[in-house]
């Protein structure tokens, strides 16, 4: 049946939406579970930033990259995701 897709179909597909969403980032990664560790530095960073200890929250962000995440400053926040293989 014509109207199905095999397997090296569904490959090929979805190798090619991630090539498009590497040029458009359009596709919301899976959210994985942010250890309790990594969200109490997070938790403390932002009380850091909230006092202007620039210096506390730059060795906080250091710890918390060590622990495999990048955290990005928002406007409204702060966003942490998990360090791909390349970050």
Avoid: M
């Amino acid at each position: 049946d014509q109207s199905q897709l095999t397997p090296g179909d569904c490959h090929h597909a979805l190798e090619f939406f991630k090539v498009v969403d590497s040029i458009l980032a359009v596709i919301e990664p899976e959210s994985e579970a942010v250890p309790q560790a990594v969200t109490q530095l997070l938790a403390e960073r932002f009380e850091a930033r909230k006092q202007k200890e620039w210096a506390k929250s730059d060795a906080l962000r250091a710890q918390i990259n060590a622990l495999g995440f990048l955290v990005e400053d928002l406007p409204d926040g702060q966003r942490v995701t998990k360090k791909t293989p390349t970050a």
